[in-house]
């Protein structure tokens, strides 16, 4: 057990055997993360409904726009990278994601500006929609209600969905999301009806069940990933635009719950440069040299090694203009699944189903979202709780 001044605590080697103990999972997951993650479903439902209340046909009045800018930090600016993803390349305006205070030099009145923030009170968002204001530009707000960003969608007469802050803003990404999507359609951009919200939120309910607290390991595919990337160092690769958006959100899941570095990004990338990583001494050297009969959780701090989490879009979507066919996505993952066992190196694949872009998306990110929070639990973390963002605000605000 490592503590120190910051508060920081749990355990260099996972405890495999507690994540088939659901009273000790409770025990070590007080803020109840495994609950938020739970309600994914629950969160697409209702922020629908929250949405529909909205007067966003205040959008419509000045057409198209020229661009789309999607402004938060965190979760919520991966809202725009869900949005452009499930737009796809026939979107017909460009769809910018914006991550820093302000909006760039060239938006104005031909504009929307999208400020999402789920405490309402993000740096990011505030300045966004400010300017936004200023500027003329139509403006939308997604975030807690009663709160800054209200205030100042209030002052710009512009459209303001309430999310109330039910979960962590990490654990709040389909509530965030869905608003950001149906202002989106209003505005002509994306194709998303009723019955894809209806049926990715029962695909969010289905996975929640499979991946229950009282379901054991080797039925529980999120406890069975998490054991997998135990002591390893992850890569997470996408093999489409979309699951490529799912392989960044686990980056971002496995950092902040489960405290481990992580390389994400897309697969195509991934073939000009970052693929070498599987020859490299944590891939196919460490592993040409393994003890096949040696304890793969030793103590040995050389025995870190690779694991590859691959996630295949499935070839569902050959309709599509896509960048890239589908057919070449899929060698290309073929491909490096024969590369990683040839080196040695574990993968584990997770594959999308779902009739649409945003059930599919669901599919690939719901799994990986609970695998986060168990393997923060089997190291004995508490994923709810992060001292080093609590010490780094405070030293930042000085």
Known sequence: MMEGTAGVSGRRHADESLLD?????????????????ASAGAQVRESAALAAEANLSLLVDEGRPRAVVIAGIGT???????????????????VIRHRSAGVPGWVGAADVVIAVSASGRSPE??????????????????GAPDSQLQSVAERARAPFIPVPR?????????????????????????KVNEADLAETAARLDADADRCRPTAESFVNPAKSLALGLAGSIPIVWGSSPLATVAARRFGDTLSANARYPVVTGA?????RGRVGLLDGVFGGLVEGERDIFADRHGTDPDATRLRLVLLRD????????SDEPVAVEE???????????RRGVRCDVVTAEGGSALERLASLMAVPDFASVYL????????MAVPAITEMKELSNQ
């Open 21 to 37: 103990n659901p009273d000790a999972l409770a025990e070590h997951d007080p803020g109840g993360m495994l609950r938020f993650t």
């Open 76 to 94: 919520a600016g991966r809202t725009g990278d869900v949005l452009a993803t499930v737009a796809g390349p026939r979107c017909p305006v460009p």
């Open 125 to 142: 968002a505030l300045g966004a929609a400010e300017a936004a204001h200023r500027r003329g530009a139509r403006l939308v707000a997604v």
């Open 166 to 190: 039910r979960a962590p803003a990490r654990a709040s990404l389909w509530a965030l999301t869905v608003p950001v999507l149906l202002a989106a359609r209003t505005l002509g951009l994306v």
């Open 267 to 271: 697969l195509g990338e991934a073939g």
């Open 314 to 321: 499935g070839g569902l979507n050959a309709d599509d203009d």
């Open 331 to 341: 060698r290309r993952a073929d491909a490096v699944q024969t590369l990683a066992e």
């Open 376 to 383: 923060a639990l089997a190291h004995g973390l508490d994923p």
